[in-house]
Structure formats: structure tokens, C-alpha cells
T-cell receptor
Framework: ELKVEQNPLFLSMQEGKNYTIYCNYSTTSDRLYWYRQDPGKSLESLFVLLSNGAVKQEGRLMASLDTKARLSTLHITAAVHDLSATYFCAVDPGWVTFGEGTQLTVNP | DTGVSQDPRHKITKRGQNVTFRCDPISEHNRLYWYRQTLGQGPEFLTYFQNEAQLEKSRLLSDRFSAERPKGSFSTLEIQRTEQGDSAMYLC????????????FGSGTRLTVV
């Protein structure tokens, strides 16, 4: 059965610091997605990574994909409070399958 | 286009009652998905449609759950004989068939079974 594992599950960081969230998945997939969810809200698409070596950046977030290692990373640069949310990675073996999420809290 | 719409936003029902949720996808999208999300967990896939065809339904949680998309536009998700364990957020999403654009999610229907 497909497993999508995120690490860490909880992350508390200070404003201005950098950090990386890791996403490992257990089956071949050439598509990987990152979503953001604010408390009580729905999911917002952040990145769609479609090939090995893909890298996408938006503001302080950068996502990359290594399909051979079955690994994606979401790197946060100089975190700000507004980035506090839960971040999900997901793969698509036929339908999008989500990891458990990483709950990020950015403290002043 | 206003995105993916779900109705109602909140539903409180008594155990044993039937409930039905509606989802209106983005009109250009031909795929529609239903997910369930419980607190602290990632969304859990339930079923999906391409146009009016239900292409995967083995992940529906039990035979009390059913979904329809009769004309390939809006979809309904029905839960019969609700149980307290059905309390969750039910999310609908839509996408283009090629999956390269990711899914667009609705705001969800929060179900509380009392």
C-alpha cells in the first residue's frame, strides 16, 4: 500500500530562520504536490512537481523532487508568521494521496 | 468561475439519519473527487468521477457511503444511517483529466453526528 511520510510532523521555528520539510513516498510517481491548509480551512495548492529534478519557488517557499529517491523537500527561507499552517505533500498513483501533514508554527 | 462549491458548509445530524452533500466543480474540469478529513490527519481519498463515470469507489468507507454524478456536472455524497465516527470534514475537489495541474479543493462540509 502506498505510504506518504512527512518529517517532521510538528515544526516550531523562529521568524527569520530556515528549515526543510521532507516527504518520502513508497511507490513510483512522477507527480508530487504540495498543499497548504490553514486551521478550519480547505487546501490551497502550492506546487505541482512533474518531473525528476523539478524545482519550483514561490516567495519564501521552494519545493524540489527527486523521483529516484522518492523524496521531495519543501524549503522555507527566512520564515515569517504568515507561513504558519499545515503543509501536506501528496503523490498521484491514480488519485492524489496525502501525507499526514507538517504543522508549522512560526514564532516572533 | 467561483471555484469548487460545496453545500452545506456545516451539517449537524442525529445518529442514524441520512445526510447528503453537494459539490459543484469548476465547470471546465472533468474529474471530481471526494475526500474525508478528520482532525489532525491528511485528507483520505473516497471516490472519483471522470465526467459521469465513477472510476474508483473501492475506497468508500462502507456500503453506507455512496456518490453520484448523474450528468457529469455536480456530484452528491450520501451517508446513510450516520454514526458518530462519520463526524469529519468532507472535501470535494476537481481537476483536469491530465492531473498536471493538481486539484482545486472546495471549502468542505463539516459533518457532526450527535
Amino acid at each position: 500500500e502506498l505510504k506518504v511520510e512527512q518529517n517532521p510532523l510538528f515544526l516550531s521555528m523562529q521568524e527569520g530562520k530556515n528549515y526543510t520539510i521532507y516527504c518520502n513516498y513508497s511507490t513510483t510517481s512522477d507527480r508530487l504536490y504540495w498543499y497548504r491548509q490553514d486551521p478550519g480551512k480547505s487546501l490551497e495548492s502550492l506546487f505541482v512537481l512533474l518531473s525528476n529534478g523539478a524545482v519550483k519557488q514561490e516567495g519564501r517557499l521552494m519545493a524540489s523532487l527527486d523521483t529516484k529517491a522518492r523524496l521531495s523537500t519543501l524549503h522555507i527561507t527566512a520564515a515569517v508568521h504568515d507561513l504558519s499552517a499545515t503543509y501536506f505533500c501528496a503523490v498521484d498513483p491514480g488519485w492524489v494521496t496525502f501525507g499526514e501533514g507538517t504543522q508549522l508554527t512560526v514564532n516572533p | 468561475d467561483t471555484g469548487v462549491s460545496q453545500d452545506p458548509r456545516h451539517k449537524i445530524t442525529k445518529r442514524g439519519q441520512n445526510v447528503t452533500f453537494r459539490c459543484d466543480p469548476i465547470s471546465e474540469h472533468n474529474r471530481l473527487y471526494w475526500y474525508r478529513q478528520t482532525l489532525g490527519q491528511g485528507p483520505e481519498f473516497l471516490t472519483y468521477f471522470q465526467n459521469e463515470a465513477q472510476l474508483e469507489k473501492s475506497r468508500l468507507l462502507s456500503d453506507r457511503f455512496s456518490a453520484e454524478r448523474p450528468k457529469g456536472s455536480f456530484s452528491t455524497l450520501e451517508i446513510q444511517r450516520t454514526e458518530q465516527g462519520d463526524s469529519a470534514m468532507y472535501l470535494c475537489a476537481s481537476s483536469f483529466w491530465d492531473r498536471g495541474h493538481g486539484y482545486t479543493f472546495g471549502s468542505g462540509t463539516r459533518l457532526t453526528v450527535v
